[in-house]
């Protein structure tokens, strides 16, 4: 009676532990499903070829599926920081159209002059004509 409860026990024990390695090679996977990774039918074959290098793919397989997330994509940038980097360009972006004003200002303010020393020659001139 023994013999047959000691196989058994060995029995559930192989099959525990042989599912057991299937759902720990299918969490890189499942994490890639969740953040909705572009490659993750390639992770999932890749947790399938490690069951055959005895796990040597595994952890990086777990860092390639954790790399991404579907909300700010491959990057590295944290939201402040992208933020920030927004405004910098935007400022450069103000700082380009002020400069892009004072050339305009300067070149309507030398136009004006011309056109003030011009009017003034005209009047002394009409003058000059008058007497």
Not at 7 to 22: A, H, K, M, Q, R
């Amino acid at each position: 009676m023994l013999d047959y409860f000691a196989l058994g026990l060995l029995i559930f024990v192989f099959v525990t532990l042989f599912y057991g390695v299937i759902v720990i090679h299918d969490i890189p996977y499942d994490i890639a499903k969740k953040r909705n990774h572009p490659q993750q039918d390639a992770i999932h074959v890749a947790g399938w070829v490690s069951l055959f290098t005895l796990h040597v793919l595994w952890p990086f397989l777990w860092i390639w599926a954790t790399l991404y997330r579907d909300d700010r994509g491959w990057g590295f940038i944290k939201e402040d920081e992208a933020k920030l980097a927004e405004l910098e360009k935007n400022e450069k972006k103000r700082e380009q159209q002020l400069s892009l004003l004072q050339q305009n200002l300067a070149q309507a303010t030398a136009e004006l002059n011309t056109v003030k020393t011009r009017l003034s020659e005209l009047e002394q001139s009409s003058q000059v004509e008058a007497d």
